[in-house]
């Protein structure tokens, strides 16, 4: 199972961004997918994550100015992000909670991660 993430770059404040991740490879079932975040210095932290049947967290410093959708047919879950701030500068991660067989347990999969950088 792999995770491509794409769509960061450098952008100014206040502008917007879209994230996209896809995952590929033996997927039998993918109960979630979402997005992290590790900005310079910091620990590893949720963004948002959307769950089967749409259920979808995020967390505080995101609600408002974040839309995470996915696209169960494509294994695709994308992150459109507004109003980004500099403290939004970090390298963002996408990650899945698939069953890559019927007979497999539920694993959590990290893509490679994609840096995004917010200019004042």
């Known amino acids: 199972v792999q995770l491509q993430a794409s769509g960061g770059g450098l952008v100014q404040a206040g502008e917007s961004l879209r994230l996209s991740c896809a995952a590929s490879g033996s997927i039998f079932s993918i109960n979630a997918m979402g997005w992290y975040r590790q900005g310079p210095g910091n620990e590893r932290e949720l963004v948002a994550t959307?769950?089967?049947?749409?259920?979808?967290v995020y967390a505080d410093f995101v609600k408002g100015r974040a839309t995470i959708s996915r696209d169960n047919a494509k294994n695709t879950v994308d992150l459109q992000m507004n109003s980004l701030k500099p403290e939004d500068t970090a390298v963002y991660y996408c990650?899945?909670?698939?069953?890559?067989?019927?007979?497999?347990?539920?694993?959590?999969?990290w893509g490679q991660g994609t840096l995004v950088t917010v200019s004042s």
């Open positions: 959307i769950h089967n049947g749409g259920y979808t």
């Open positions: 990650l899945a909670n698939l069953k890559a067989t019927s007979g497999s347990s539920w694993e959590f999969y």
